[in-house]
C-alpha cells in the first residue's frame, strides 16, 4: 500500500475513534475484521466504487475517455455460453463502453461484484435472481446440465440414460469444488438426498475430461464421471451418439433421467451501475437468449466437447 506500517496503525486507530468501537481483532495469528469493521469495509467501497463511476461520466461528459464495464468471466464456462454472452456485450457495447475483461471464479454469492472489484459477472445462480443479495441484480440466460460418463460395460450405458439414485451409487469424478463451489454443493446435496453418505471424488491430477475418463476407466471399482453445466437442459433425453463425443473407447457419455441436476446461467451486475450500463445489460441477456437454442446446441465436434464440458 506504499504506506508505513506505524503510519497505517495510526489511521486505524483514528477510524476507531471516529466510530467508537474496534474495527479490527488483533490475535496472534493476525488480524480479522469486527463485525462492525465488515460494515464499514462494505460501505466504502459502495461509496469509492460510486465516486469512481461519477468520475468516469464526468471524463465521458467533458470528452476525455469512455465509460468502463469490468465484466468477470469464469474460466471453465461453456465455450458457446461465454462466446455468446460476451460477444452479445461487444455488440451492445459498441463504442460507447469500454470493456476490461476479468477471468475470474464466481461463488455463489458473486463476491467479487458484491466487494466492487467487478461489475457484472457471468455466471451459475444457486437461487431466484430476486433472492440475490442487494445491490446484485440477474438476467438469466437459460438451464444447462451436464453429461456423465459411464464405463461402456456398465447397464446405464446401453440404454443411454441414468437415475440420480443409480450414479449415486458410483465413484462419481467431477471438479474441484473451488472451480464451481455454488454448483457443486447444490449437486452435493441432491447427491445426498438419494445417499447421505456420498461425497464426490477429487479428479486425481489436473483438470482435463480427457484424464478423468482414463482414471475412471482404469479404477477398481464402478466409476462415474459428471462434467460441470455443459449442455441445454432437456436437450439430450437419450442415447448420445457415441462417434461426435469420442475421447474414449472404455467410456461413453449418457443423459441423466428427469434432469435432476441443472444450473442457470445468468448475467449478474451491481444495481449501483448507472443507467446506461444497466441498459446494455439488459440488452445483452435479451440477445443471448433470443439464439440461445440455436446456437448452444449444435457443438459436438471432440475438441469443442473436451472443452466445453471440463469438469
Known amino acids: 500500500m506504499f504506506i508505513a506500517q506505524p503510519t497505517l496503525s495510526q489511521q ?23 463485525a462492525a469493521g465488515a460494515v464499514l469495509l462494505d460501505a466504502s467501497r459502495g461509496v469509492l466504487s460510486l465516486v469512481d463511476q461519477e468520475v468516469n461520466r464526468a471524463r465521458q461528459a467533458a470528452g476525455l475517455g469512455r465509460q468502463r464495464l469490468h465484466v468477470a468471466v469464469p474460466p471453465r464456462l461453456p465455450d458457446a455460453l461465454a462466446v455468446a454472452a460476451t460477444s452479445a456485450l461487444r455488440a451492445e457495447a459498441g463504442d460507447d463502453v469500454e470493456l476490461v475483461w476479468m477471468e475470474a471464479a464466481l461463488d455463489a454469492d458473486f463476491s467479487p461484484i458484491r466487494e466492487r472489484r467487478a461489475d457484472v459477472g457471468l455466471g451459475w445462480l444457486t437461487v431466484r435472481p430476486e433472492a440475490l443479495p442487494v445491490p446484485l441484480e440477474a438476467m438469466s440466460l437459460g438451464e444447462f446440465e451436464p453429461d456423465a460418463w459411464l464405463p461402456r460395460q456398465h447397464p446405464a450405458a446401453l440404454r443411454g440414460t441414468i437415475s440420480l439414485g443409480e450414479l449415486a451409487l458410483m465413484d462419481v469424478i467431477h471438479g474441484p469444488r473451488r472451480a464451481e463451489p455454488g454448483i457443486y454443493d447444490a449437486w ?47 436437450s439430450r433425453t437419450g442415447l448420445i451418439e457415441p462417434s461426435h463425443l469420442a475421447i474414449t473407447s472404455d467410456m461413453v457419455p449418457v443423459s441423466l433421467e428427469h434432469q435432476p441436476l441443472t444450473a442457470t446461467a445468468a448475467l449478474v451486475w451491481s444495481g449501483d451501475l448507472c443507467r446506461r450500463l444497466q441498459q446494455i445489460l439488459f440488452h445483452t441477456a435479451e440477445r443471448v437468449t433470443r439464439s440461445a437454442s440455436q446456437s448452444w446446441n449444435g457443438a459436438t465436434d471432440p475438441d469443442a466437447v473436451a472443452s466445453a464440458t471440463s469438469t
Request: net charge positive.
Open 12 to 34: 486505524i486507530r483514528r477510524l476507531e475513534e471516529i466510530v467508537g468501537t474496534p474495527l479490527l481483532q488483533r490475535r496472534r495469528e493476525g488480524l480479522r475484521l469486527t
Open 188 to 234: 452435493t446435496r441432491l447427491f445426498q438426498a438419494t445417499d447421505p453418505r456420498f461425497k464426490f471424488t477429487d479428479p486425481p491430477l489436473r483438470h482435463s475430461l480427457r484424464m478423468d475418463l482414463a482414471f475412471a476407466a482404469t479404477a477398481g471399482r464402478s466409476t462415474a464421471v459428471l462434467t460441470g453445466p455443459s449442455v441445454v437442459a432437456g
